[in-house]
């Protein structure tokens, strides 16, 4: 069975401060690893994917993840936070292509200028 | 990446009446999933609505109350069932589309409150 936890419900930086959103995984196979993004009101953009081609996966608006497999996790950073980053941010796996999502409780982003 | 329409995007529901939301993607995608999204929480998968046969519901989602149809590869419907206030939350239509590996993509949601 696989598994996602985000640690911190509620993460809260400084604009241009470092973005580090955490997760970690439980699979019993290699994942293929998922981040969203979503913002007040609207439905789940993807932010970026984790293919198993490279362990350093870049996204959209500057944000990246690195997959370590010895830590079975799959962070979340941006070097410099923005107002408009201020989001609901959730960390989803899957085994394959016919298996579900499974999406973690996700966290909240809130960013003080 | 698949383009994903929701109707409506938002309503206002008595209480024991039932609600179907339309979901369409602008191309044909292997799968086509329904997510409910109760306030502040995570998603939860409700079914994954199968072409031309019955869904496959999650534990604790049954047809009665959720029935859904996809008759073609690009349209699915959820009806939310004799509804209660419990029943207020986000719908969201999801949909996987093969990007390297199967990639999923949701729709903007279906915001429900039910009085």
């Known amino acids: 069975a696989q598994s996602v936890t985000q640690l911190g419900s509620h993460v809260s930086v400084s604009e241009g401060a470092l973005v580090l959103l955490r997760c970690n995984y439980s699979s019993s196979v290699p994942p293929y690893l998922f981040w969203y993004v979503q913002y007040p009101n609207q439905g789940l953009q993807l932010l970026l994917k984790y293919t198993s081609a490279a362990t350093l996966v870049k996204g959209i608006n500057g944000f990246e993840a690195e997959f370590k497999k010895s830590e079975t996790s799959f962070h979340l950073t941006k070097p410099s936070a923005h107002m408009s980053d201020a989001a609901e941010y959730f960390c989803a796996v899957t085994n394959s292509g016919n298996t579900p999502l499974v999406f973690g409780k996700g966290t909240r982003l809130s960013v003080i200028a | 990446s698949a383009v994903i329409s929701q109707k409506p995007s938002r309503d206002i529901c008595q209480r024991g009446t039932s609600l179907t939301i339309q979901c369409q993607v602008d191309s044909q995608v292997t799968m086509m999933f329904w997510y409910r999204q109760q306030p502040g929480q995570s998603l939860t998968l409700i079914a994954t609505a199968n072409q031309g046969s019955e869904a496959t519901y999650e534990s604790g989602f049954v047809i009665d109350k959720f029935p859904i149809s996809r008759p073609n590869l690009t349209f699915s419907t959820l009806t939310v069932s004799n509804m209660s206030p419990e029943d207020s939350s986000i719908y969201l239509c999801?949909?996987?589309?093969?990007?390297?590996?199967?990639?999923?993509?949701f729709g903007p949601g279906t915001r429900l409150l039910v009085l």
């Open positions: 999801s949909v996987r589309q093969r990007q390297g590996i199967e990639t999923q993509y």
